[in-house]
């Protein structure tokens, strides 16, 4: 099977300058930053070239990203929103950070679910708010009981979801699918999330950055799909910030959408035209161009990603049995449990580690020894100590050679 992650031999990725084939030296395997090792979408280079030869380079206006996300949206998931009220942000970060600053004021929580991409708690943090952890359940899913803890914590209503509460505002940051497991949230479990945000009065905005990187379900293996959040009874007042970045790689031409439910489009207006200053015209086109002539190119790269998911846990299985992996719904991401790699004998009597074994510190031990680079699961907040994230979406000879290279660094300490 060739998909577009099957075109670039590793020499001509180490031409390319961004962060992923610049952080580190020739001799690291990059498998670390949510960039993807992939041919371009055709109907991106031919929408930004045309942009650029037709001098088409000043501000951008209008809707034009929302309308394009709801095509692909309803084509997709068969679910439909009004793109009137959406928003045109800068990037999905900077259209979190409009939302809570409409939605909460300094020193308000916002609860998010690790392990979760560690901006989450950066960017909030930036704000004056105050982060509140509802950890996913051992099971990767989301755990009702925590969310409801926090969301009391939160609101410092009582945790019956009853008494007046601090008065204080909060948000439920959901990451839906969630970077680094790769889960995807389903409609029961974000109903009943949203059910819960309404007893306590907090607000839910979903980052769905990574939704159209659901799996296909090749060879067997069962299809997933995502549930749009907007698109959940009782998600009325909910904001999803929509992106084609992640799916169709284009970090170095970011652009979001904040969509809203009918009860939150006023939030959205509330947002100050500043907020749009940063918005790139011809990323908008790139990202247009992706949602409305690139889903043949997308589900390519899908049949790739899984391909190697599959890849991934045998190469585990052969190279490193002591890492338990277990191939997400959603994302290009593998999150990888490297607390098996512990012979016991790692933690010293007092419970330091001893440098033997990847299990204090497995991203720093692969980069040192198999020169593998991949993201310390500490950044992910609670539950990610002796976690890496692995990023799938590259060719099967780079995936094979740096599984086989932190096997071999682990049997070489033995
Ligand atoms: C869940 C999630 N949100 C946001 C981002 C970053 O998006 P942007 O570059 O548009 O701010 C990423 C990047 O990997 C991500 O995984």
Known sequence: MRTPLDVLTLDELRRRTSVKWRAFGPDVLPLFVAEMDVAPCEAVVDAVTTALRAGDTGYDVGT????????????????SFDASTSRTLPDVMLAIVEVLRVLTAPGDAVVVNPPVYPPFYGFTANEGRRVVDAPLGADGRLDLDALERAFADATGVAANGSGPGSGRRAVWLVCNPQNPTGTTHTP???EAGLALAARYGVRVVADEIHAPLSRPGLDGHPATTHTPLLAVPGSDAAVAIVS???AWNLPGLKAAAAV???GAADDLRRIPEEASHGVQHVSVLAHVAALDHGEA???AVLAGVERNAWLLADLLAE??????YRPGEATYLAWLDCRGLDDGAALDTVGRDDGRTPVGDPRGWFLDRARVALEDGRRFGPGGEGHVRLNLATGVDVLTAAVERMGASVRAAA
């Open 319 to 324: 190279h490193l049995p002591g890492v338990r």
């Open 297 to 299: 190119w997308l589900d």
């Open 188 to 190: 029961a479990e974000l």
């Open 244 to 246: 084609a970045s992640k």
């Open 64 to 79: 034009a990203y929302g309308e394009a996300y709801a095509r692909f949206a309803a084509r997709r998931w068969g679910w």
């Open 260 to 262: 809203a439910g009918p």
